[in-house]
């Protein structure tokens, strides 16, 4: 999963990128409005955290033109606001959620985690199709009952395919929601994660769509 984190004080946003990256998410950092906001509607991302008080361009003009640009990106507002209108203001405005500083690091996780579930359309934490099934919660990957053993990276490939069950994802679009921006890219080592998470389940969970990608069909 990727996840843009805007926030202008930058200690506090490397803190939650951190954050974030422990729990085996691709994060990235953005500390303007108009770099967020081109960066937001420019690339893909899973998910975005977002301040309100930024230079340049302030967060609810960030999130009225992602909004505007027909994008649907769950939205987390992170802000010192807290006042009743402010948040009203704030979810009326397009975002999915709202929390305020100060937070406890747990806590925006779990949200980020229910956003990311609603929009793929899933309810429970634990996102099953046949035999497979994945727990958001603690990273577990179970298999006919057995725990599977799978690197960070491998994770997160069948994490995005489980999250997107039923879709074509293409070996680009994994690149780069397993990867950050300015991580040394090879297409080819999808290739190899794809087969590496085959011998550990069943090889016909993962299907192959010829020059298109992989997707794995929920049952």
Do not use: C
Not at 1 to 13: A, F, N, P, T, Y
């Amino acid at each position: 999963m990727k996840i843009l984190v805007v926030e202008d004080e930058v200690v506090l946003g490397e803190q939650i990128v951190l954050g974030l990256e422990q729990n085996d998410w691709v994060a990235e950092l953005s500390t303007d409005g108009v770099d967020a906001l081109y960066r937001a509607t420019s690339e893909s991302w899973d998910a975005i955290v977002l301040d309100l008080g930024l230079p340049k361009l302030d967060g609810l003009s960030v999130l009225k033109g992602i909004r505007d640009d027909n994008i649907n990106t769950p939205v987390i507002i992170l802000s010192a606001r807290n006042e009743l209108t402010q948040r009203v203001e704030g979810l009326n405005a397009g975002a999915d959620d709202y929390l305020t500083k100060p937070f406890q690091m747990m806590e925006l996780v779990a949200r980020i985690r229910a956003q990311l579930r609603r929009s793929s359309g899933q309810a429970s934490p634990v996102i099953q199709t046949g035999d497979l099934s994945l727990d958001t919660r603690t990273s577990k990957v179970m298999w006919k009952d057995s725990m599977v053993e799978l690197t960070a990276l491998e994770f997160k490939v069948l994490s995005y395919l489980m999250h997107n069950m039923d879709k074509v994802i293409s070996r680009t679009e994994l690149i780069e929601h397993i990867y950050k921006q300015d991580f040394d890219r090879d297409s080819n080592t999808i290739e190899v994660f794809i087969g590496r998470i085959r011998r550990k389940i069943d090889s016909d969970v993962i299907k192959t769509v010829r020059g298109l990608g992989y997707r794995i069909h929920a049952q």
